[in-house]
T-cell receptor, first 108, second 116 residues
Framework: AQRVTQPEKLLSVFKGAPVELKCNYS??????LFWYVQYSRQRLQLLLR??SRESIKGFTADLNKGETSFHLKKPFAQEEDSAMYYC??????????FGKGTLLTVNP | SAVISQKPSRDICQRGTSLTIQCQVD?????MFWYRQQPGQSLTLIAT?????????ESGFVIDKFPISRPNLTFSTLTVSNMSPEDSSIYLC?????????????FGQGTRLTVV
């Protein structure tokens, strides 16, 4: 069965500090991993996906199949990064399994 | 990207009644889904809305409780039937497989339902 684990419900850092949001997954096939973000009063939107190996808003995430992890990282957090972050596991059918989410607060 | 309009954005309903939520997409999409996000919880997939046929429900969700329609490639409805306070959640429409899209799924803004 597919499962996504985000161990931290809340994460608080100061502006300029590095941030890492953890995500581990369980999947028997070849996974497609995503990070979605939900800013206050906005809809859920895609932040990045492992296939494209891109950096969005300074965030990166590397798929580690050995550790079954897809942690989200940013070297210098900004206040506007404060949001709810969801790790998601999916496939080509656009159906997603979500983790419980991590609420990131970046303090000034 | 697909632009999704969900209506209503919020509602307060009496227990025992039903509410129908609409999801309209600005372009044709292959896949449409309905998710539920209970307070303090993650998003859970309710069902896949299939165009012209019965929806495909995930474990724990049944058609009698959550009837779904999808008459065409741009529109779907989810009904929450015979509501109880436990149905208080945010319900989200998601779509994928639009023109030029890859594996990205897009989400509506959600419908916040409170059952009293």
């Amino acid at each position: 069965a597919q499962r996504v684990t985000q161990p931290e419900k809340l994460l608080s850092v100061f502006k300029g500090a590095p941030v890492e949001l953890k995500c581990n997954y369980s999947y028997s096939g070849s996974p497609e991993l995503f990070w979605y973000v939900q800013y206050s009063r906005q809809r859920l939107q895609l932040l990045l996906r492992h296939i494209s190996r891109e950096s969005i808003k300074g965030f990166t995430a590397d798929l580690n199949k050995g550790e079954t992890s897809f942690h989200l990282k940013k070297p210098f957090a900004q206040e506007e990064d404060s949001a709810m972050y969801y790790c998601a596991l999916g496939g080509s059918n656009y159906k997603l399994t979500f983790g419980k989410g991590t609420l990131l607060t970046v303090n000034p | 990207s697909a632009v999704i309009s969900q209506k209503p954005s919020r509602d307060i309903c009496q227990r025992g009644t039903s509410l129908t939520i609409q999801c309209q997409v600005d372009s044709q999409v292959t896949m449409m889904f309905w998710y539920r996000q209970q307070p303090g919880q993650s998003l859970t997939l309710i069902a896949t809305a299939n165009q012209g046929s019965e929806a495909t429900y995930e474990s724990g969700f049944v058609i009698d409780k959550f009837p779904i329609s999808r008459p065409n490639l741009t529109f779907s409805t989810l009904t929450v039937s015979n509501m109880s306070p436990e149905d208080s959640s945010i319900y989200l429409c998601s779509v994928g497989g639009g023109k030029g899209a890859n594996t990205e799924a897009f989400f509506g803004q959600g419908t916040r339902l409170t059952v009293v």
